[in-house]
């Protein structure tokens, strides 16, 4: 699977109340109105919504259920503002605009004569009554797709398309498919200008700066197979001089093409643990833009030259060609340069000394970053190991080496340079932004950090380095995991604007994606404005895009980069169930990861799997939350169950539709 190179540094949206915080401005009273505002709604599990609205400046609004007003997820809806004694917004739905979409998936039932889709959307669970004449060839049990006919607190629909049994591998994911709306297949007309295009292959003009003689190498994951950046370095005195040359996609892919329709419809690529939906055809994607070793390549090039306190002393953007000379795991760079092993170094021998100052210079720039206060969320993901069937053998914790980091050190450097020279020319841009987190989550945060007793206070108006000191302090605690999730949703979602605001996570106060165009349409963007300035780059230059285009592409991309992270999160839990599904009954140790009112979370120590245990299982005791400590506590023993304690627990029960393995005390525990 294509590894993220740069971190986006802002995970789930920023929701700016739970339902604590909202039951105390109830509390308050004297709600004053603050106007209306119209913005996208999205919902939350619990039955609550936050309203985005369209100005970036504005705080979001917290929709409490009885105010929903019949809204559903990322429904475009215009809202009556209130404010508490407290300033904080709650809001109600007067209007919806739009329909975030048509389309529902779930399971067709039949009940008498009547027959319904039973949709599981978030926030609620939706009951679409179809009619007789609109149920096509459905039969009760199927998975279905179906387009919504009528809204409303009793909505309609008709059937679409039926895609099978429930709990099949195949149709569980093309229902996850289909209820993000994705395109598996291209439209013949961009199958067509892909086709042509590889026929015609790489011609290499006499602009292009010729790079073909340097120790030029991509770095990637085993199963990567798109490779869209190029690195070297060398030292000179006592400098860096370094080369980051990406895959000129926008050379091949032009505006107003079938082609540059449907990426930028897809917006990215979606990556799964055994598939990848991709933003551009093969054709290009994996063989003409893909810079294979030994072939000549159309670039785009940003080249630096950095002091020995990691200072970008100059820098250069420009068209190029390259020829890479090897096509390099993180797994050998790591084990041949970091950890200096002769042995593996032979098989690439020619590149090491490049590789070495290049070890030199990342171990610089992620010291240079760290110090100004830069945050890394360890937050381990899974990795899927696969057989030659597409199953699942295994599920283990990622590991990320320094090669890893080295290649990321390289692509944040490239991004902020490339930012900070549109900025410089005054270029109509598209920036990658990530706003401070809002204060009354920050104060969430500090009290969790209170109660668990972790020695350090943040305070509103927190700068990037005490988040960092944060991750610093509970690295190796057993809270380690709950904090830097909690941290992850105080901070807002990074994502695309034509306005610079910076970026809070990295600390940087200019930043960009331009690193990965075929997998990014916003990448693409940027290499298109770029190179339409370097043809003409004096005042009287053509403006490809104006502010207001801009913004429209920059926000389209940023919910379309949003949709492809929820599928992916959906076919992870996914196959986790699948993978789950054959060993109800066993009983395996753990340790419980997180606490919730509802249940305890155990992760497993066979696999990299958590289950849920609920609280309902748990029947030795009646026990509540204790939501200040984290903790779990029997009302009669006193028995205490909090995060990181020790679990033997039986695999109770593992739902596929719902993507949920549930955990019971097994008897050691009870």
């Not at 099949?168 to 289909?178: C, N, P, Q, T």
């Amino acid at each position: 699977m294509k590894k993220n190179k740069t971190s986006s540094h802002g995970g789930a949206k920023s929701h700016r109340n739970n339902k604590r915080s909202f039951q105390q401005r109830r509390a308050h009273g004297d709600r004053k109105p603050a106007g209306m505002l119209e913005g996208e709604i999205t919902m939350h599990r619990d039955g609550y919504g936050f309203v985005i609205p369209d100005d970036p400046k504005s705080p979001d609004v917290f929709i409490p259920p009885h105010r929903l007003q019949g809204a559903m997820h990322l429904d475009r809806v215009r809202v009556k503002v209130f404010k508490d004694r407290s300033n904080r917004l709650e809001g109600e739905v007067q209007a919806i605009l739009k329909r975030g979409s048509e389309n529902v998936v779930g399971e067709f039932r039949v009940y008498g004569d009547h027959a319904y889709v039973e949709a599981r959307l978030p926030g609620k669970e939706l009951l679409v009554l179809i009619p007789k004449s609109a149920q096509g060839r459905a039969k009760d049990g199927h998975v279905v797709l179906a387009k919504l006919t009528e809204y409303g607190a009793h909505p309609k629909g008709m059937i679409v398309r039926v895609l099978g049994g429930a709990g099949e591998k195949a149709v569980e994911i093309e229902s996850i498919i289909a209820k993000f709306g994705l395109a598996v297949e291209f439209t013949q007309d961009a199958k067509t200008e892909a086709k042509d295009l590889e026929r015609v292959g790489v011609e290499i003009d006499d602009a292009r700066v010729d790079l073909r003689n340097l120790p030029i190498v991509t770095i990637d994951g085993e199963s990567a197979r798109d490779f869209d950046d190029a690195v070297c370095v060398r030292r000179e005195g006592e400098h860096f001089r370094i080369w980051v040359s990406i895959a000129d996609v926008c050379h091949y892919v032009q505006t107003g093409t079938a082609l540059d329709r449907e990426a930028y419809q897809r917006g990215t690529s979606a990556y799964f643990p055994h598939f990848c939906i991709p933003m551009l055809p093969e054709e290009l994607s994996n063989d003409l833009c893909s810079l294979v070793p030994k072939e000549d390549r159309l670039t785009f090039t940003a080249e630096m030259t950095l002091s020995q306190h990691g200072e970008v002393l100059s820098k250069k953007i420009y068209k190029s060609v390259i020829r890479s000379q090897a096509r390099l795991t993180y797994t050998w760079v790591n084990q041949a340069i970091v950890m200096n092993d002769h042995e593996a170094q032979a098989s690439f021998h020619h590149v090491v000394p490049m590789l070495q100052e290049a070890v030199e210079l990342a171990k610089l720039l992620r010291s240079v970053r760290k110090k100004r206060g830069s945050i890394d969320f360890d937050l381990p993901e899974p990795q899927f190991v696969l057989g030659e069937e597409n199953e699942t053998l295994d599920i283990v914790r990622t590991s990320r080496n320094f090669a890893h980091m080295m290649i990321e050190e390289f692509m944040i450097l490239a991004n902020e340079t490339v930012a900070q020279y549109a900025q410089s020319h005054q270029l109509p841009f598209v920036y990658r932004i990530h706003e401070e987190p809002d204060p009354e989550k920050v104060y969430v945060l500090s009290e969790l950090l209170h109660n668990l007793g972790v020695g350090y206070n943040l305070k509103a108006g927190a700068k990037p380095k005490d988040f960092s000191r944060v991750t610093e302090i509970i690295q190796g605690r057993p809270e380690e995991r709950l904090i830097n999730h909690v941290m992850l949703r105080t901070m807002k979602q990074a994502v695309y604007s034509e306005e610079n605001v910076g970026h809070f996570g990295l600390a940087s106060s200019c930043y960009t994606h331009f690193t990965s165009p075929i997998r990014r349409y916003p990448d693409l963007l940027i290499h298109r404005i770029l190179s339409e300035f370097l043809k003409k780059p004096g005042k009287k230059r053509r403006v490809l895009y104006g502010k207001n285009k801009l913004h429209e592409m920059a926000t389209h991309c940023s919910k379309r980069e949003r949709n492809a992270m929820e599928s992916e999160w959906e076919v992870q839990a996914l196959q986790v169930a699948l993978f789950m599904h054959d060993k109800v009954g066993n009983i395996y140790t753990g340790h419980i990861a997180r606490v919730a009112r509802f249940g305890l979370f155990v992760e497993l120590d066979d696999f990299f799997v958590e289950g849920l245990l609920h609280v309902e299982d748990l029947e030795d005791d009646y026990y509540e939350y204790d939501a200040t400590h984290h903790r779990m506590v029997g009302s009669k023993h006193k028995r205490i169950f909090k995060i990181g304690d020790p679990m033997t627990v039986m695999v109770k029960e593992v739902s596929i539709p719902e993507r949920q393995v549930r955990l019971s005390l097994s008897i050691e525990n009870q």
